[in-house]
């Protein structure tokens, strides 16, 4: 004759079956948190930068323009120079200029003196103002055929002597507000387009 179970064994055994189906469910829903995060890593996207090579279908960019601000080229004394600093030299930036120096312009018939314009004349702010301005890129459209006279414009600083390198338009000319503004410090006699020697006008 088998004898019955006592109660409080059967009371454990349900227990312990009870506590064993909550470890597995609380398992389960760990392994699915888990999964989940893993998934969820893989399809985040990574930015990417793509490099612009020759001759790739990618968008072409233009040279990068210089920020605004004076710019130019050391040179050793604050007198006009008989040779002019190369085209390819590197400007710098120029930080508080004392005085500006406007040597002649060479102009056949019309010969023009150098001017001095110093920090405490009226017309200084204006004049740094207008020759800091950025260069404009290239724009590919067709340019007025004319050639600017040569500007040799000079900066003095406490740490040297710069020719400074004056804004162009998106055709490679002086622009007008620099050339308006150097022809008043000159006095106002001065052509803003006036030819090279040798060039023709179109």
Same mark, same amino acid.
């Given at each position: 004759?088998?004898?019955?179970?006592?109660?409080?064994?059967?009371?454990?055994? @349900?227990?312990?079956?009870?506590? &064993? *189906?909550?470890?597995?469910?609380?398992?389960?829903?760990?392994?699915? /948190?888990?999964?989940?995060?893993?998934?969820?890593?893989?399809?985040?996207?990574?930015?990417?930068?793509t490099?612009?090579? $020759?001759g790739?279908?990618?968008? *072409?960019?233009?040279?990068?323009?210089?920020? $605004?601000?004076?710019?130019?080229?050391?040179?050793?004394?604050?007198?006009?120079?008989? #040779?002019?600093?190369?085209?390819?030299?590197?400007p710098?930036?120029?930080?508080a200029?004392?005085?500006?120096?406007?040597?002649?312009?060479?102009?056949?018939? &019309?010969? *023009?003196?150098? /001017?001095?314009?110093?920090?405490? =004349?009226?017309?200084? $702010?204006?004049?740094?103002?207008a020759l *800091?301005?950025?260069?404009?890129?290239?724009?590919?459209?067709?340019?007025?055929?004319?050639?600017?006279?040569?500007? /040799?414009?000079?900066?003095?600083?406490?740490?040297?002597?710069? &020719?400074?390198?004056?804004?162009?338009?998106?055709?490679?000319?002086? &622009?007008?507000?620099?050339?308006?503004? @150097?022809n008043?410090?000159?006095?106002?006699? /001065? =052509?803003?387009?006036? @030819? #090279?020697?040798?060039?023709?006008?179109?």
């Amino acid at each position: 004759m088998i004898s019955p179970v006592p109660r409080c064994e059967s009371r454990e055994l @349900l227990e312990l079956r009870g506590r &064993q *189906s909550n470890m597995i469910r609380r398992w389960l829903c760990l392994s699915l /948190v888990v999964l989940a995060a893993c998934s969820s890593s893989h399809n985040v996207a990574t930015p990417s930068t793509t490099t612009a090579r $020759p001759g790739a279908g990618s968008t *072409s960019t233009s040279a990068p323009v210089p920020p $605004p601000g004076l710019r130019g080229v050391p040179v050793r004394a604050f007198e006009c120079p008989s #040779r002019f600093v190369s085209a390819a030299a590197v400007p710098t930036q120029i930080d508080a200029p004392e005085a500006l120096l406007l040597c002649p312009l060479g102009m056949p018939g &019309q010969p *023009s003196n150098a /001017v001095t314009v110093p920090a405490t =004349q009226a017309i200084f $702010p204006a004049l740094v103002a207008a020759l *800091s301005r950025a260069h404009e890129p290239s724009t590919g459209a067709v340019c007025p055929a004319y050639a600017d006279l040569m500007q /040799v414009v000079l900066a003095k600083t406490r740490s040297g002597t710069f &020719q400074v390198s004056i804004p162009t338009d998106g055709c490679g000319h002086y &622009q007008r507000v620099a050339l308006d503004t @150097l022809n008043r410090a000159r006095g106002g006699a /001065v =052509q803003p387009h006036a @030819l #090279r020697p040798g060039a023709s006008g179109g």
